[in-house]
């Protein structure tokens, strides 16, 4: 007796075959992704919450600076001011408080790039130590430059990468620009576990003056 049931064809199952196939490639792209934005955002969060107090005491005491000596203008890898008090005659602002100096540098420590801060009482502005010498306190480990442009696209153009502080008179403050963790891939880090910060501080400047 003939059986009216036919087995599959070489042609249909290369079909099924192709058709498994991308649905298992489209699959494994989604979660490529999905792992991707998973480690991303784990990366990030890990270097954020290392850092973060560190870096919210430097802008809190920018916004309460009332004097720039570095940079002058321009650019600079170092911060250097002062807390009430003006160059600008050389006068306390508030003789009933005290007057803080600050100098911000980066130096590398084992290898790894740390931002630094030095302070001081009375005396506005404060003379630079070598960044690493005695005396300082860690605001941030893993200080890096933020990347030039283009970087965004692919994440390989990431060298070199801007100055971290930069003077802006127009508004009275100073523009901040870095990387927290190394901004660029390696064979260890494929994806970059960095968090990229470029933000601007109003400073408190009561006379607005460019000796400050």
Request: aromatic share 8%.
């Amino acid at each position: 007796m003939n059986s009216k049931h036919r087995g599959v064809t070489l042609l249909e199952l290369l079909i099924a075959l192709a058709l498994s196939s991308l649905i298992l490639m489209a699959v494994m792209e989604v979660s490529t992704n999905m792992i991707r934005q998973h480690m991303e955002g784990s990366a990030k969060g890990s270097v954020t919450g290392e850092n973060l107090y560190g870096l919210m005491l430097m802008n809190r005491q920018l916004q309460d600076a009332s004097s720039l000596a570095v940079p002058a203008a321009g650019t600079s890898d170092v911060l250097n001011g002062c807390e009430n008090y003006s160059r600008q005659g050389g006068v306390v602002i508030d003789p009933s408080r005290g007057v803080k100096a600050f100098h911000y540098c980066m130096a590398s420590i084992g290898g790894v790039p740390f931002l630094l801060r030095y302070a001081r009482n009375g005396l506005c502005p404060m003379p630079a130590p070598a960044c690493g010498s005695a005396g300082y306190e860690v605001i941030a480990r893993g200080f890096y430059r933020y990347p030039p442009a283009g970087y965004a696209a692919n994440k390989s153009n990431c060298t070199p990468g801007l100055s971290f502080f930069a003077r802006a008179d127009d508004f009275g403050g100073v523009e901040l620009r870095y990387a927290v963790g190394d901004p660029c891939p390696t064979v260890r880090a494929p994806i970059p576990r960095t968090v990229l910060v470029r933000t601007s501080i109003k400073m408190n400047k009561p006379y607005n003056s460019p000796a400050d």
